[in-house]
C-alpha cells in the first residue's frame, strides 16, 4: 500500500534561520509531489508540485524552494525564514490519472 | 472571485440531523476532491469523483458536472463529524493535477 511520511510534525524556528522540510513516499512510482500550505485562519494553498525528479513548478513567489532528489522524495527549503513563513506546511502525492490524492500528516511551522 | 466557492462557510448541526455541504466551481475539472480536515490538521481525502455519485458509510458525494455544482451529504451527523470539510477542484487538460481549494465548511455537530 502507498504510504506518505512528513517530518517534523511541528518546529520552532527564529526569523532569518534555514528550514527543511521532508517528504517521502512508499509504495508507488514516479508520483506527482505537491507541497501546500495553510497560513492561520486561511485556506489551503499550493506552493510547489513535481511531476518528476527534477522538476519544480512554483505557484507563488515567495522565500522558499523546493527540490526532488529522488523519485519519491520531496523536500521544501528556505535559506532565511520569515515570520510570513509561519503556517501548516502539507505534503501530498497523487498517481496522475489514478486514486487520488493522498496527504502527509503536516508539519506546523512557527517563525519566531 | 475564487475559482472554487463552497457553502456554507459554518454550519452548526444537532447530532441526527442531514447535512448539506455545497461547492460550485467556474473552471472546467477532471476530478473534484472532498476533504475533511480534523482540528489537528491532518486532511484526509474522503472522494474523488468526476461524474454521479460515491457513497461510503453515512457520507454521500454528489457532482453534476453540467451544473457545476458538488454536494456533500452526511446522514445521521455525529459530533466526530465535527471538523472542516473542503472542496477542491483539478483542473483540466492539467497533467500536474494541482488542487484549487475553497476555503471550506467548518461544521460542528453538537450532542
Known amino acids: 500500500s502507498q504510504t506518505i511520511h512528513q517530518w517534523p510534525a511541528t518546529l520552532v524556528q527564529p526569523v532569518g534561520s534555514p528550514l527543511s522540510l521532508e517528504c517521502t513516499v512508499e509504495g508507488t512510482s514516479n508520483p506527482n509531489l505537491y507541497w501546500y500550505r495553510q497560513a492561520a485562519g486561511r485556506g489551503l494553498q499550493l506552493l510547489f508540485y513535481s511531476v518528476g525528479i527534477g522538476q519544480i513548478s512554483s505557484e507563488v513567489p515567495q522565500n522558499l524552494s523546493a527540490s526532488r532528489p529522488q523519485d519519491r522524495q520531496f523536500i521544501l527549503s528556505s535559506k532565511k525564514l520569515l515570520l510570513s513563513d509561519s503556517g501548516f506546511y502539507l505534503c501530498a502525492w497523487s498517481d496522475y490519472g489514478g486514486r487520488g490524492y493522498t496527504f502527509g500528516s503536516g508539519t506546523r511551522l512557527t517563525v519566531v | ?111
Open chain 2, 1 to 111: 472571485k475564487n475559482e472554487v466557492e463552497q457553502s456554507p462557510q459554518n454550519l452548526t448541526a444537532q447530532e441526527g440531523e442531514f447535512i448539506t455541504i455545497n461547492c460550485s466551481y467556474s473552471v472546467g475539472i477532471s476530478a473534484l476532491h472532498w476533504l475533511q480536515q480534523h482540528p489537528g490538521g491532518g486532511i484526509v481525502s474522503l472522494f474523488m469523483l468526476s461524474s454521479g455519485k460515491k457513497k461510503h458509510g453515512r457520507l454521500i458525494a454528489t457532482i453534476n458536472i453540467q451544473e457545476k455544482h458538488s454536494s456533500l451529504h452526511i446522514t445521521a451527523s455525529h459530533p466526530r463529524d465535527s471538523a472542516v470539510y473542503i472542496c477542491a477542484a483539478v483542473s483540466e487538460p492539467d497533467r500536474s493535477e494541482k488542487l484549487v481549494f475553497g476555503k471550506g465548511t467548518k461544521l460542528t455537530v453538537n450532542p
